[in-house]
């Protein structure tokens, strides 16, 4: 099983970044998929998430309205449209699988994203 993030990196407050999580080695129709993250010195927070057919999405308050996540089940891929970012959304982003059904929980290494001038 392997989640591989991409699409981290450093952007100036207000610029947007996407990232990517690709999925293999396991039915990635099967699972919820969430990003979280974690920056230094705080508790890892789930950002946004989302149902195995997309119909369900959930978001954090802190992102509302910047954040998008969305999932093309044909490339098993999931990804996060970060928009307005802010300092404050400076972190490491990681990928997280939950089965929807079933045993199955699965995490990917994590992207850095950093917002600084």
């Known amino acids: 099983v392997q989640l591989v993030e991409s699409g981290g990196g450093l952007v100036q407050p207000g610029g947007s970044l996407r990232l990517s999580c690709a999925g293999s080695?396991?039915?990635?129709?099967?699972?919820?998929m969430m990003w979280h993250r974690q920056a230094p010195g705080k508790e890892r927070e789930l950002v946004a998430d989302i149902s195995s057919a997309g119909g369900i999405i959930n978001y954090a308050d802190s992102v509302k309205g910047r954040f998008t996540i969305s999932r093309d089940n044909v490339k098993n891929t999931v990804y996060l449209q970060m928009n307005s970012l802010k300092p404050e959304d400076t972190a490491v982003y990681y990928c997280?699988?939950?089965?929807?059904w079933g045993a199955g929980d699965y995490w990917g290494q994590g992207t850095q994203v950093t917002v600084s001038s």
């Open positions: 997280h699988a939950r089965a929807q």
């Open positions: 080695g396991f039915t990635f129709t099967r699972f919820r």
